[in-house]
C-alpha cells in the first residue's frame, strides 16, 4: 500500500476530515490534501507528526508493514 493510501485510510478509520488532520500537524488543509492526493510528498517531519498523532509506528504508516504497532515514545 502506498504511504498516500495509508494517510487517507487512517483519517477515515478514525472519522476525520482533512482540515482537523491539518490542523492537527500544523498545515494548511490544501497543502494537506495535497499529500493525500499524492501531488506533494510528504515530508519527514509530517510523517512523524502524523505517526504521532494517530499513535501508529512509521513502518505502518509509510506502508512498509500492514501492523499498527504503538508509535515508539
Known sequence: MLYVER???????HDLN???V??????????Y?????GKV???VECL????????VD????TGVSDIPRPFPV
Open 41 to 43: 510528498r510528504i515530508p
Open 7 to 13: 494517510v487517507r485510510e487512517l483519517r477515515n478509520d
Open 58 to 61: 512509521m513502518n505502518y504508516i
Open 48 to 55: 512523524i507528526q502524523l505517526a504521532k498523532f494517530y499513535n
Open 18 to 20: 482533512q482540515t482537523q
Open 22 to 31: 491539518a490542523k492537527a500537524i500544523h498545515v494548511a488543509q490544501t497543502t
Open 33 to 37: 490534501s495535497d499529500y493525500e492526493k
